[in-house]
Structure formats: structure tokens, C-alpha cells
């Protein structure tokens, strides 16, 4: 590695001018990581002829199943400036999912800048506005990318006041909105910082990044000081502390001081230190002020904690990042079925799992219950849990999940709950619809805008409470065309009853097999989550009612035997294919007294209490306390 090469600014600041670190930040799905591809390629990441898969850092096997990104990684590609010094660029790729938000927080404290990028069609979301607030707060320098220029429908100029708006709507300084704009398809590489000359590569948006995102800034006299800002883990070496080194060297096998966050300081020994070069690490002798490293050597090391110099340590503030607004229950699982494809069912093996996911996982907190088998699991959102629980799964586990419920608190003795932006892109036709399905979920339409192509967008403030199990609802009231995405605004007071869902769940009533016979008599009166030959039992959620009841429904009957044809129809009644359920629309589905099991082969709803006389008695108890 050459050496850094540092530089003392207008201000008498000591900058090292050969690095720059810098975050992409976005809606969901608006190119922030095929963006991260095109400029690893342009900056000769990969081999002549080596076989490239789109969206690589995308590497978790959840991400390219589900095509986002849920953890922020970083990057770093060399520059060579025409003068022939070289830049090296760390570029972290954040999520745009508002439920990872935490990773974006902890992606911000990296950096000296970012690049907001906007599609050219889609224009400011939710989650744009909530990663802008974020790098607003902590005065960052912006880049706007508007992105997908290639897009048909783009609308650019549009685009780009609306961003203004935004800026001007997040109380941004004047210095904030005097942003440089880079016009690009990520998808082909190519920038450009004038609409009417074509970009031929990223060679604009690399320059822009050089001259507004500022050289990382040091004090040449302070000790050595750095911030560990993510977990990893390597199979060699153990725990990894990813850094951001800020004053100072650190060399292998140094000894420093420790920082922890109960400000408690220990002597440690460094072990490896990685520095990123494109998409892998390579082992370093050292690492300098503005860089980003990853360091072994210390196994207990979290996140937040400061490694310093061993003589004079001296520890970084902590930064706090937004807390989780929704809750869970885990437990083991407790259905008859239990244990039949899984292998960690013990309440142990539970524990430890999440005690795991705490280290790396900074916007997740789990909770003790009263009971020894269950604990209360929060995080940003449904698919936050629904992400964790599916690692689980597949990991071998067998679990109960409760119903997903806000997380309140008390702000000047009044409860508060947290309050989603929400918007949503529907046709026209079906505007009416949606604002009814919103109404009795409290929520406020805070603006409207047409776009003249026969679509309208509109933006509401909503209690987090009322978008549980929204999603289903609005895609069946918009014909599947809706789309939707919210994000975290605000915490405001209880507002008060929302209703809940409008539909009762069909309950199978006993252990069994479902037969098409069974099947064919209830699928008129409801919609039904399995086909015919499904292992069933007891308490087991099968379908969903008509009705605001629940119906117990022996789904197992078999036609009767008997010699003579009763009908010559008999066979000719269709099967109405079932509607299967994800483990996310099964968390969104269920109600109060439900919960989802959750094996490594099977997602099945469930009623908490099995028996039905004795389901049937807590419900009549509680409408008694009711009325
Ligand atoms: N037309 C067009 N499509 C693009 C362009 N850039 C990205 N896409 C497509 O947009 C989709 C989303 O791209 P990603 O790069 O995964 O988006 P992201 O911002 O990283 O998404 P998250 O990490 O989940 O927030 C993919 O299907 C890309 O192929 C572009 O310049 N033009
Ligand atoms: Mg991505």
C-alpha cells in the first residue's frame, strides 16, 4: 500500500487527500448496490474474462433470494486522478428496506459524505426522506444521483424539485442544498453531469465524488484513536471489528487500550488487520487516519467501543441510534407437531441464537418473559423479524412467534407510539379505496400529487399499528397494482382504537389429514391456506373466515361410503387453489390470540390456546369483561 498522502486544508485541518469514504443512501430498490457493481468493474475489480454476477455485494443467500440488500458492506475502488496520484474510494452500500434503517445509522458514522440516489421515475420515497434526515442530522455532504435516466417514464426535472422540496422540508442549511447533481444508469455505468451529453462511463460521478465528498480530516498530534462501527466474523481469526480508524497508526500485534461501553478500559493485543481493496480483504502491517479497517484480536469487542492509544486512551461518544418499533414473542415450539424436521428445540438453543444476533445486529433488543421458554424480540419492522426468523429456520430451529406488536413509551407521563410515513402509487380508479381502507387505521393524508399518467401518489402519517396487516388489504382493494412502501417518522401520543382485522380464522378441529371432500364444502364460505393431504391439527389455522367469527371446521371428513351415486356431479366441483402464505403475511395475518409455527419446512398458523372447549370459554369471558 503507498503511503497516505496528506494534506493541510483552508482551515489549517490536516486532510488525507488520498482517501475518500463515502455512503450510497436510497429508497429500496432505486440501484444503490447495481451501482456498487458498475463502479468495481470500471475500477478493473475483476479479472479479465472472470465470470461476474450481478448485485455482488449482495452476498447473503436472503439478499439474492429476495433481491435487497439487508446489511451494509462496504467496498473500495482506486481512482487515478489525471494528475496520476491515486484515490482510494471505501464506499459503503447501505439497504434501502426502511427495516434495516439501523444499518444505514451505523453505515453514516463511516463516512465524510453521501450520494443520495433518487429514480429518475419513482422520485423521493419514504425511506429516501428517512436516510436524508439521517445524514442531514450529522451534517454530511450530498451527492444527488438521480438514477434510471433510461427509464421510460422518467421525469427528471420533476425528480429533482421534489428532492429540493425535501431538503427544504428537512429544515436543510443552505450549504445542504447546494448539492452537485450526477445523472446515471447504474445498470450500464455510465454518469453524467449534463442530461445532453450521454455518460460513456462513471468517470463524471468518481470526480464529483473527489470534489464534494471531503478527504477524510485527522490531527496528525492525536493519539491513535478508532471507532468500531461493525461485526463480522472470519473463520480464521474470529471476531472482526470494523473501524474507522481517526487519528493515528495502528500496527499487527500492537498493544492498545480497550474502550468499552461501561467505560471500563482494557489492555489489547490487535491481531489481523484487513483493509478493504474492491470486494475482499487483504492483510495489512498497519492501517492510518481516514481509513476503514477491519481488526482481529479482541473476541468480546462490540459495536459502539473505541480502540485507542494504550498511554493515553481516550474513548469516542457512543452514537445512539433510533430504537425498535415493533415486538415479538419467540419461543420454542409447542405444537403437537414439534420436533419432526427440526434440531435445536431447546429453550437454550434459542437463547443463545439471539444472544448471537445482539452483537452484530444493533437495532435489534430481546427481552426476557416471564416464561423460561419465550422472550420478546424487537426490532425496526415486520420484515426485520420475519428475516431473523427465517435464518433461524434454516439454521435448523423450530419456534413460536407471536403476533408483532408496537412498541410504546411513555414520553412526560403520556404513552406514545410510533407513527409511519406511508406512501403509496395507485391508479386512480382506486384512490377512494385506499383512503377508506386507511380511515378507521388513523391515518392522515398529508399530501396528494397526480403525475398526469393516470396514477396518483399519495402520502399519509399512519400509526405503525395500523399498517400491521395493511399490506394484504391494499393489494386486494388496489387489484394487486398498489404499491406501497413506509417508513419511521415520529413517536407521537396513543391515538387511540384502530380495527383490527375484519375477519375471523377457520380453525381445524381436530388431528388429521385434510381430504378435497372436506375442502370443497368450506372453500365457498372462506379462503383456505392448504391443499387437500396437509398434515393437520387441533387449534391449527386453516383458512380464513367469511365472517368476523371463528368457525371450527372439521377439515378432515371423509366422504361417506355407501353404495349408491348420490350425485353423478360428485367429482366435478374445482378446488379453488389455496392461498399459501410466506412466513411475513403469516406474522401480518395473525390476530391476538394466534401465532405462527415456524419449523425448517413448514410455516403453519396457530391458535395460542389448541383445545377448543377451551378457546371457547376464553372468549366468551372475554366479551363477558367486555360488555
Ligand atoms: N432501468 C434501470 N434499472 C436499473 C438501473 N439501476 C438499477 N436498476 C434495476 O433496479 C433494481 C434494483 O437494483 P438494486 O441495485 O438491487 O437496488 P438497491 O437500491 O441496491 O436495493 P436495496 O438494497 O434493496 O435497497 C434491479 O432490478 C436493477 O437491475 C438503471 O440505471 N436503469
Ligand atoms: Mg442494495
Not at 396437509?534 to 355407501?562: A, F, H, P, Q
Request: proline letters at 5%.
Amino acid at each position: 500500500m503507498s503511503a497516505p498522502h496528506m494534506i493541510v486544508d483552508e482551515s489549517g485541518m490536516t486532510r488525507v487527500d488520498s482517501i475518500r469514504n463515502v455512503a450510497i443512501i436510497a429508497h429500496v430498490d432505486h440501484g444503490k448496490t447495481t451501482l456498487v457493481d458498475a463502479m468495481l468493474r470500471q475500477a478493473g475489480a475483476f479479472r479479465e474474462g472472470a465470470e461476474l454476477t450481478d448485485r455482488i455485494m449482495d452476498s447473503m443467500d436472503l439478499e439474492r433470494e429476495k433481491g435487497i440488500t439487508i446489511q451494509a458492506k462496504n467496498t473500495a475502488v482506486r481512482f487515478t486522478r489525471t494528475d496520476g496520484s491515486v484515490v482510494k474510494i471505501n464506499v459503503v452500500d447501505t439497504p434501502g428496506h426502511a427495516d434495516f434503517g439501523g444499518e444505514v445509522e451505523r453505515g453514516l458514522t463511516m463516512v465524510d459524505g453521501v450520494i443520495l440516489l433518487v429514480d429518475a421515475s419513482e422520485g423521493p420515497l419514504p425511506q429516501t426522506r428517512f436516510v436524508l434526515r439521517k445524514a442531514m442530522a450529522l451534517d454530511l455532504p450530498v451527492i444527488l444521483i438521480i438514477n434510471k435516466i433510461d427509464r421510460a417514464d422518467a421525469r427528471i426535472a420533476e425528480v429533482i424539485d421534489e428532492v429540493y422540496e425535501l431538503f427544504l422540508d428537512l429544515d436543510a442549511h443552505d450549504h445542504q442544498i447546494e448539492f452537485p447533481i450526477v445523472y446515471c444508469v447504474a445498470r450500464d455505468g455510465t454518469a453524467t453531469l449534463d442530461l445532453d451529453e450521454p455518460g460513456t462511463s462513471l468517470a463524471p460521478l468518481f470526480e464529483t465524488i473527489l470534489t464534494t465528498i471531503p478527504a477524510p480530516a485527522t490531527d496528525p498530534l492525536h493519539p491513535f484513536q478508532a471507532r468500531v462501527t461493525n461485526l463480522d466474523a472470519s473463520s480464521y481469526v474470529g471476531r472482526l471489528a470494523l473501524c474507522r480508524v481517526m487519528h493515528g497508526e495502528v500496527k499487527r500485534g500492537q498493544q492498545v487500550a480497550w474502550c468499552r461501553l461501561d467505560g471500563t478500559v482494557e489492555r489489547a493485543k490487535i491481531g489481523v488487520i484487513y483493509s478493504t481493496e474492491n470486494h475482499e480483504r487483504v492483510e495489512v502491517d498497519s492501517v492510518g487516519a481516514g481509513e476503514i479497517a477491519a481488526i482481529s484480536g479482541i473476541d468480546e469487542i462490540t459495536i459502539g467501543e473505541t480502540l485507542a492509544d494504550l498511554d493515553d486512551p481516550r474513548p469516542l461518544e457512543v452514537i445512539l441510534i433510533d430504537e425498535p418499533s415493533l415486538s415479538m414473542t419467540m419461543a420454542t415450539n409447542s405444537s403437537p407437531v414439534a420436533g419432526v424436521d427440526g434440531d435445536k428445540l431447546t429453550a437454550r438453543q434459542v437463547k443463545t441464537r439471539l444472544d448471537a444476533e445482539l452483537v452484530g445486529n444493533v437495532s435489534i433488543r430481546v427481552n426476557p418473559t416471564e416464561r423460561p421458554d419465550t422472550w420478546e424480540v424487537m426490532a425496526r419492522g415486520e420484515l426485520q423479524l420475519a428475516v431473523l426468523v427465517e435464518m433461524m429456520r434454516r439454521e435448523g430451529f423450530e419456534l413460536t412467534i407471536g403476533k408483532p406488536r408496537v412498541v410504546t413509551t411513555m414520553i412526560n407521563d403520556v404513552k406514545h407510539e410510533p407513527v409511519e410515513r406511508l406512501s403509496v402509487d395507485v391508479p386512480e380508479e382506486h384512490m377512494g379505496a385506499v383512503q377508506a381502507l386507511l380511515a378507521p387505521r388513523r391515518g392522515r393524508l398529508e399530501t396528494m400529487s397526480n403525475h398526469g399518467t393516470g396514477w396518483v401518489r399519495l402520502e399519509f402519517l399512519v400509526p405503525a399499528r395500523g399498517l400491521l396487516g395493511f399490506r394484504t388489504q391494499f393489494l386486494t382493494e388496489t387489484r394487486g397494482t398498489g404499491i406501497m412502501s413506509h417508513s419511521f417518522e415520529t413517536m407521537e401520543p396513543w391515538a387511540g382504537e384502530v380495527r383490527p382485522r375484519d375477519r375471523g380464522s377457520l380453525v381445524a378441529d381436530r388431528r388429521g389429514m385434510t381430504t378435497a371432500y372436506a375442502i370443497t364444502s368450506i372453500q365457498e364460505r372462506s379462503t383456505l391456506f392448504l391443499a387437500p393431504g396437509t398434515d393437520v391439527y387441533e387449534g391449527m389455522i386453516v383458512g380464513e373466515n367469511s365472517r368476523v367469527e371463528d368457525m371450527d371446521v372439521n377439515i378432515c371428513r371423509e366422504k361417506k361410503l355407501t353404495n349408491m351415486r348420490t350425485s353423478s356431479s360428485d367429482n366435478t366441483v374445482p378446488l379453488t387453489p389455496p392461498r399459501l402464505l410466506s412466513l411475513e403475511q403469516a406474522l401480518e395475518f395473525i390476530a391476538e390470540d394466534e401465532c405462527v409455527e415456524v419449523t425448517p419446512a413448514t410455516v403453519r398458523l396457530r391458535k395460542v390456546v389448541l383445545d377448543q372447549t377451551e378457546r371457547a370459554k376464553l372468549t366468551k369471558q372475554a366479551k363477558q369483561a367486555k360488555a
